[in-house]
């Protein structure tokens, strides 16, 4: 079935695999999009994510070197996902819950994860973090990740 460009709102979609897509509200728990490309590619040097995953459930989802750059993924579960070597370099990932999530090799250099859970994300295991974006409140879960022992006095 090829469902490329479809428009999904408020359903319930699991263990399925999909081309460029908008994908709203939907519970997408345990789907199977490892190593896919949602990646359109605008000129020579120009690429922009195919594809939107706002306020999805994704727990347990398989997005393992899935390519997702400046996708709007905002206030979605990634609770136990396997995000491995993802690329979501300037993905919005605000307000998502990361809590979990296997992120080992990811990119995430410009992502923007202010207001998102991201306790137990270890920042030396990402493939790319430059240009990050975080709140004030979120350094402290990082920093605490990295063995630091953070002081707010």
Do not use: W
């Not at 390519?67 to 491995?84: I, K, M, N, T, W």
């Not at 919005?92 to 999530?101: E, H, I, K, V």
């Amino acid at each position: 079935m090829d469902l490329t460009d479809a428009i999904f709102n408020n359903c319930l979609i699991a263990d399925a695999a999909f081309g460029s897509v908008t994908l709203e509200d939907c519970n997408l728990r345990g789907a199977q999009f490892q190593r896919n490309d949602f990646t359109r590619n605008l000129g020579r040097y120009r690429s922009s994510a195919a594809a939107i995953m706002r306020r999805c459930n994704l727990h347990l989802a398989d997005l393992s070197d899935i390519s997702l750059p400046g996708c709007d993924l905002a206030q979605s579960l990634f609770r136990e996902a396997d995000l491995s070597g993802a690329n979501l370099e300037g993905a919005d990932l605000r307000d998502t819950d990361l809590f979990g999530a296997i992120t080992s090799g990811a990119k995430l250099a410009g992502a923007d994860l202010r207001g998102a859970e991201i306790s137990g994300l270890d920042l030396t295991a990402l493939a790319s973090r430059d240009g990050l974006k975080i709140t004030a409140d979120q350094q402290y879960a990082l920093l605490s990740a990295l063995g630091l022992d953070v002081s707010t006095d």
